[in-house]
């Protein structure tokens, strides 16, 4: 049986990450996606189990705890990580799971599966960024500002990651992150 594949996917807020992934995910369905859990509350039509688990900041909090979580962060006053059972239990499947994961994160996680594959998705501009942010009409400005901090931050590691994806066109954005998957399970069949 093929070993299970780890590909974790960082970027900035509003980079379009779930959107290449989601892509990805249409044109291959073999790929399992982690759901994320989250205290943060849910944006419009958003939904629970699908997008993330949404949950209390008490109930996150019994999840560290209890060591339920491969990794998480505290990222603009809410928590967002990842169930560990579930990543478990697909890898020893065989199967590829991609976590979609913030730059923290990403970290954790490769300390912990030094094999995993990380793939970095940027945004074209700067300026596009912050023009994405405001498009989607969730944030306060006050909020965008502290993303877009966040997010000049999170490219200076850039060389933390095996891959780089430059969002220019979801379309070429998912290719190449499939591409980047391919490669790689080809590599631990050898």
């Keep these: 049986m093929n070993p299970g594949l780890l590909v974790v996917v960082s970027g900035p807020a509003g980079v ?17 996606f982690s759901v994320s859990v989250t205290s943060r509350l849910p944006r419009p039509g958003e939904k629970d189990g699908q997008n993330y688990f949404f949950v209390t900041r008490e109930r996150f909090e019994e999840m560290i705890r209890n ?30 799971v991609l976590l979609e994961i913030e730059v923290e994160g990403a ?37 965008i500002e ?18 780089v994806i430059n969002n220019i066109s979801v379309e070429e954005s998912a290719r190449q992150l499939l591409d980047i998957i391919e490669k790689e399970r080809k590599r631990t069949k050898i």
């Design 67 to 96: 060591g339920e979580l491969l990794e998480w962060v505290e990222y603009c006053g809410n928590y967002y990580g990842t169930p560990k059972a579930y990543v478990e239990q697909e890898l020893s499947k065989g199967n590829v």
């Design 16 to 32: 379009g990450k779930g959107t290449v992934v989601s892509r990805a995910r249409e044109k291959n369905g073999d790929i399992v």
């Design 146 to 163: 502290k993303r877009m901090k966040r997010a000049v931050e999170e490219m200076k590691r850039l060389d933390k990651y095996d891959y």
């Design 107 to 143: 970290n954790n996680v490769k300390k912990m599966y030094p094999d995993c594959i990380t793939v970095f998705i940027t945004p074209p501009s700067l300026e596009e960024l912050r023009r994405r942010l405001e498009k989607r009409g969730t944030e306060p400005p006050d909020v």
